[in-house]
Structure formats: C-alpha cells, structure tokens
C-alpha cells in the first residue's frame, strides 16, 4: 500500500475533513434503490487500491447526490446562513464537470439558486444566483499549493482524502458489488481498528470497468445507514466541452476581483497546524484530534463567516473533570470539547479521547 503513503500530510485530516469532508462544500446523499448485486470477476483489496491510484481520466460530467445525516444537536445558528454550514445535514444534488487538471465545474443547486465554482486554466469564479454576485480570482503561474482542489464536492475527493490514512491503524477489505449510477462497481471497505474512532466503516464504491469512485459513504458506530454519503446519480465519461468552463455573467451581476496574494484558507489535505502556530494535532489515524486555541476575536462572531463559539458554547451541556472543565459538542461523527481555558479539541473519536487529549 506504499502508493497511499505518499501524502502522509493527509492522514489526520481524515477524522475531521474526510468524514466532513464535504462539509466544505456540500454534504452527502441517502442509498438510491436497492438493485441486484451484479456478478464481477473477484477482485483483492490491493488490486481495487491499484486500480484507483492508476485510474486516468481526461474528462468526465455527471449529476452528485448528497445527504447527510450527523446527528447534528438542535443548536440555533449552527447550520444557519448561505455558508459551508446550511450543507451540513439534508439532501443536496450537484452538477460536476471535469476536464483535466486545470478544468473544472461545481454547480450547487437547490431551492434557492445555484451557486458555481468554476476553474479554467489560472481563472477560478464563484457564482451565487440569490445574490447575483461573483467572484474572480487569478491563480500564480506557479504550482500553488493553495490552490482549489482540482475537482470538490465528489466520490473522488472524498475518496482521496480516506485512502490517504490507509496505515496500519486501518483494516482494509472488499464489500459487496454494487450498482451505482447504471455502473457496476467493486466496494473497498475502510475500518479505523482503534475503538475509540465513532467511525466504524467508509465503503467506496468503485467503477469496475472505468476505476473512478462512484460511491462515498461513511457509517458511525452503531448505524445501519450512512451518516454521510456523496455519490453519482449520473456519469457520463465523455470530456465536457470547453464552454461549460467559461464564465459568462448575467447582466447586472456583481464581480469582486480578489489578488492573487489574498489570504487564502490551507487547502483540504494541508494540515492547518503547518501555517498556524495555534493550531496542532494528537494522535495519529482514524483518532488523530486537532487542538487549536480559541482567543476571543476567534470565538466572535465578528472572526468572519465562522459561528460565534461563545453564543454556540452556552447551548451546549456543562462537562468537567480532572481535566478541567468546558462544553461538549456530540453528534454521530464528530465530538469537540470547548474548553474553559480556551482550548478548541475535535476529532471523530469518543468525549473520552478528547477529555484525554484535554489533560494531556
């Protein structure tokens, strides 16, 4: 498996981004309707792991389905607004176009509007419909490491960012064949062996002919169905045409251009911890938490589109112990621990790894 051990940088974002990994920038869909299991040649773990890092495709397009299903706690505010946080429960369908490494189109669109992410070549555009505004960034002519990810918001992604914490602290096997989207597929099946992990299994559904992920789900401990999942509803492998890659505004629209200097977020699959002193990780895996320190311009409200931490902190339950004592946030993925001396601790592990980590 050296091939998934190229990009250990990614490894601890998995507990936090890749099972929210679409949270970034949508959320994840429900189990379409149970089809026959189709008859496919047997295939080993290792050779569908091969199968997808060797997998090439000039373009592809299709419809993604998402929906997710975090067990969210009922906290005013928290999946309020037109942000990555209104993604973070229901059902959500994407058009995604993909040509090559510099092309690329995401379209969110749902009861609202539509909003766009669109890259071709340096020129990347976002667009939202119920504003009718947009932005225009040029990226550097050189690589830049902070650059968008070369296609958002699909199985592919999703997938990436999992297999990349294929270790040791992983057990890796073969599921069951399946159909997505029309395709026949083999399902590779990722589980954390640390009991301390709330996942208990991510189940990539994979193109048995095409080797493109089809399918992302990921299940808690305990559920029976996917707490979050990201899948094609419809692919087409033909190379989109260039003009789905151009940016054509409707009148009266608003653009903002923003320099290429202009700070920029770490990419997903970048630890924060490498650009901010602040911010550091425990542990390793499927268990690996992030600790960051939460001073108060960073727990207002006025810290950007973030929530205000201090407004969400006081919906949630009081905990203490020889640790200290703080607020605890729960849902069927992700726990994090707000504590009173300012410390941020999150991860897709038990409160009892986090109230460790806390008195460490």
Same mark, same amino acid.
Do not use: C
């Given at each position: 498996?050296?091939?998934?051990?190229?990009?250990?940088?990614?490894?601890?974002?998995?507990?936090?981004?890749?099972?929210?990994?679409?949270?970034?920038?949508?959320?994840?869909?429900?189990?379409?309707?149970?089809?026959?299991?189709?008859?496919?040649?047997?295939?080993?773990?290792?050779?569908?792991?091969?199968?997808?890092?060797?997998?090439?495709?000039?373009?592809?397009?299709?419809?993604?389905?998402?929906?997710?299903?975090?067990?969210?706690?009922?906290?005013?505010?928290?999946?309020?607004?037109?942000?990555?946080?209104?993604?973070?429960?229901?059902?959500?369908?994407?058009?995604?176009?993909?040509?090559?490494?510099?092309?690329?189109?995401?379209?969110?669109?749902?009861?609202?509007?539509?909003?766009?992410?669109?890259?071709?070549?340096?020129?990347?555009?976002?667009?939202?419909?119920? *504003?009718?505004?947009?932005?225009? %960034?040029?990226? +550097? $002519?050189?690589?830049?490491?902070? &650059?968008?990810? #070369?296609? /958002? @918001?699909?199985?592919?992604?999703?997938?990436?960012?999992?297999?990349?914490?294929?270790?040791?602290?992983?057990?890796?096997?073969?599921?069951?064949?399946?159909?997505?989207?029309?395709?026949?597929?083999?399902?590779?099946?990722?589980?954390?062996?640390?009991?301390?992990?709330?996942?208990?299994?991510?189940?990539?559904?994979?193109?048995?002919?095409?080797?493109?992920?089809?399918?992302?789900?990921?299940?808690?401990?305990?559920?029976?169905?996917?707490?979050?999942?990201?899948?094609?509803?419809?692919?087409?492998?033909?190379?989109?045409?260039?003009?789905?890659?151009?940016?054509?505004?409707?009148?009266?629209?608003?653009? *903002?251009?923003?320099?290429?200097? %202009?700070?920029? +977020? $770490?990419?997903?699959?970048?630890? &924060?911890?490498? #650009?901010? /002193? @602040?911010?550091?990780?425990?542990?390793?895996?499927?268990?690996?938490?992030?600790?960051?320190?939460?001073?108060?311009?960073?727990?207002?409200?006025?810290?950007?589109?973030?929530?205000?931490?201090?407004?969400?902190?006081?919906?949630?339950?009081?905990?203490?112990?020889?640790?200290?004592?703080?607020?605890?946030?729960?849902?069927?993925?992700?726990?994090?621990?707000?504590?009173?001396?300012?410390?941020?601790?999150?991860?897709?592990?038990?409160?009892?790894?986090?109230?460790?980590?806390?008195?460490?």
């Amino acid at each position: 498996m050296s091939v998934l051990t190229s990009r250990p940088a990614l490894r601890w974002l998995v507990p936090v981004t890749a099972v929210v990994t679409v949270v970034g920038g949508g959320a994840a869909l429900g189990r379409f309707a149970a089809q026959a299991e189709p008859s496919l040649p047997p295939r080993t773990a290792a050779q569908l792991l091969v199968d997808l890092q060797t997998a090439r495709h000039d373009g592809f397009s299709g419809t993604v389905v998402q929906r997710a299903d975090l067990g969210l706690p009922a906290i005013a505010g928290l999946a309020a607004g037109d942000g990555p946080a209104d993604l973070l429960t229901g059902t959500h369908t994407l058009r995604v176009w993909h040509s090559g490494p510099d092309k690329q189109r995401v379209a969110l669109v749902d009861t609202l509007g539509e909003r766009d992410i669109i890259r071709n070549g340096r020129d990347v555009w976002t667009w939202n419909s119920r *504003t009718n505004t947009a932005t225009h %960034r040029t990226l +550097p $002519a050189e690589k830049d490491a902070d &650059a968008p990810p #070369e296609l /958002p @918001d699909t199985p592919q992604e999703a997938a990436d960012a999992a297999l990349a914490a294929v270790d040791p602290t992983t057990e890796v096997s073969v599921g069951r064949a399946a159909t997505v989207a029309g395709r026949d597929a083999y399902e590779l099946v990722l589980a954390p062996r640390d009991a301390a992990s709330l996942v208990h299994q991510v189940r990539i559904a994979i193109d048995a002919t095409e080797h493109l992920p089809l399918r992302f789900e990921v299940f808690a401990e305990g559920g029976d169905r996917p707490a979050f999942e990201v899948a094609f509803a419809q692919i087409d492998y033909a190379r989109p045409d260039d003009d789905q890659f151009r940016f054509n505004p409707r009148p009266g629209v608003k653009v *903002t251009e923003e320099g290429a200097d %202009r700070a920029r +977020p $770490a990419r997903p699959g970048k630890p &924060a911890g490498d #650009e901010r /002193p @602040d911010v550091r990780t425990v542990g390793e895996g499927w268990t690996t938490v992030v600790v960051a320190k939460v001073d108060g311009a960073s727990r207002s409200a006025d810290a950007g589109d973030a929530p205000d931490l201090d407004a969400l902190s006081g919906q949630l339950p009081a905990v203490r112990g020889d640790w200290g004592s703080g607020r605890l946030f729960r849902s069927h993925l992700v726990s994090a621990l707000l504590t009173d001396d300012g410390r941020l601790i999150a991860g897709a592990v038990t409160p009892e790894r986090l109230y460790e980590v806390a008195r460490g």
